[in-house]
């Protein structure tokens, strides 16, 4: 879609950042979830001293997918390496943590864009390899990356509020 951009996140679009995480997430998994723990869990997770803190990790990077015909955010990406890495990985590995994009973009290769531009950022740093972790209940998210060649390999450990839930860890080798 060549009205959508990929552009990088600083510190200046934290609203921006974080009206698009709450939005995106809830989108993705309100009706799985309970209130309270969905509630518990944006608050958290999107409070503007966490995202602050993310951004200003050397080691994570955020980009958005801009919809430019109407000036708007409609989706983004966080990528992680070393340390910022929600798992301990080795130093060669790197970690997309986020991909969400706005319901109504579904299906207009939006989610392809920033998966394109974290395989880009990945060679570029000469990792062999890719990870993420993916909620095992999202049946669309797995597809999707499946897909783009990702080989499931273990599983960890997602709490959403006070629900224990897990997440499928996939792993994609760059040549």
Known sequence: MESISVVPVCIDDLTKLQTISRSTFAQTFNEHNNPEDMQAYLNNSFSAEKLSSEL???????????????????????????????????????????????????????????????????????????????????????????????????KHLFKLGNDEQFDILMKLKLD
């Open 56 to 154: 200003n990790d050397q080691n994570s990077t955020f980009y958005f997918a801009v919809d430019n015909s109407i000036n708007t955010v409609v989706g983004y990406l966080k990528v992680n390496t070393g340390d910022a890495q929600s798992e301990k990985k080795d130093l060669n590995a790197f970690e997309i943590e986020r991909i969400y994009v706005d319901k109504t973009y579904f299906g207009k290769k939006v989610g392809q864009l920033l998966f394109d531009k974290a395989i880009e950022i990945a060679k570029s740093k000469k990792v062999s390899y890719v990870w993420l972790g993916v909620w095992e209940e999202n049946h669309r998210a797995l597809a999707f990356y499946t897909k783009n060649g990702f080989k499931a390999f273990d």
